[in-house]
């Protein structure tokens, strides 16, 4: 009998969060691993079943963990709850405030004017004579959307997303070290510009989003004023972040497939699937946590109360047990009961509109370049300092 390959997980290693997916394999053979990192106890929940379990199970693995240590920056944020950060009935409430503006009525609104976002970052390609799907279309194309969704001005769409960059990038400081300045600076920012506007929304409101969730506020006191003020700052990140990492991962798959993506150039009605096993294949988001309330039997192993449960998205994603030849970029599988937008109460509730803003972002852009490819053959990726938002820092593209 061999041995089980040793399990290494460090979210804060560069040659760890370039690359996890080897690392997996190792937690798919066992139930969940217990570690410990510092004075925290760290249970890593991997295998698509186990994962399953955890995420429907909201009543043990709680969303609220502990406060966020001294040493981390909060500013005006300090105290505030935020829909990832809460359980029912305050989780209910919550999303119930949003779901309007994400309803699939909602979302075919807004289709024509993503066309219109993506076929103008098209034409501006074709005129530069260059094009980085990931600065030019994965960065820009969901951030203009989201904003427009929360009422930003257009002149204010690069510092929305320098903004997010700045708080995503935030997620590789070392537990234990103070929070970056520049990151500092960043919190202060964003919190003095939203904390304007809604002041400004309340005085004269309007069709968008944080117009919605101040009248909301004053209606049934369903936010307090630091609460909104965090809920409109998640909503920026969570509005864009996911689908940027969707289209710059997806596209680095098909490039590294050549195979699929002929396939896919044959059969374009194929792209929703295609879509599905970029999110199975590379997820935007590698990992969430979950914070078990009592001890938990997960798989056969306990997990105890206190422990942070680190619920990996991106292994169940790759179990061998419930995928295939997981390794394998293959937009032909079928079923593809990916878990990469979460599972349960939490599922996210963006999916619609990323879905809709990817599809439009390839279809647009494989309509327009007829020869798409790596400007650089031998491209070797860089990553954003985050390893739970795994994306992109840039892909340029020859075309044609």
Known sequence: ??????IYFNPWDPAFRDNPYPHYGALHAGPPHIMEFGAMKIALVARYADVIRVMHDHATFSNMGPPPPKEAYQGRLA???NLLGVDPPDHTRLRKLISRDFTPRRIRELEPRIREIAAGILDEAQRKHEFDIVKDMANVLPVTVIAEMLGVPSDLHATFKHWSDKLIDAGNNLPGTPTPPDVVRTIDELTDYFQAEIENRRQHPGPDLVSAL???????????????????SLLLIAGNETTTNLIGNGTLALMRNPDQFALLRKNPEMLPRAIEEMLRYDGPVQSTVRFPK??????????PAGAIAFIILAAANRDPAKFPNPE????????NDHVAFGEGIHFCIGAPLARLEATIAFSATFDRFKHLNLKDPGFKPTYKGSYILRGLESMPMAFE
């Open 79 to 81: 105290g505030s709850r």
């Open 1 to 6: 009998m061999s041995e089980q390959a040793p």
């Open 328 to 335: 394998n970029f293959d937009i032909t599988r079928e079923p």
């Open 294 to 303: 009592s001890n938990a039997d997960v798989g056969g192993r306990e997990i």
């Open 214 to 232: 101040v009248r909301a506020h004053h209606e049934a006191d369903a936010l307090s004023a630091v609460d909104l003020l965090n809920f409109v």
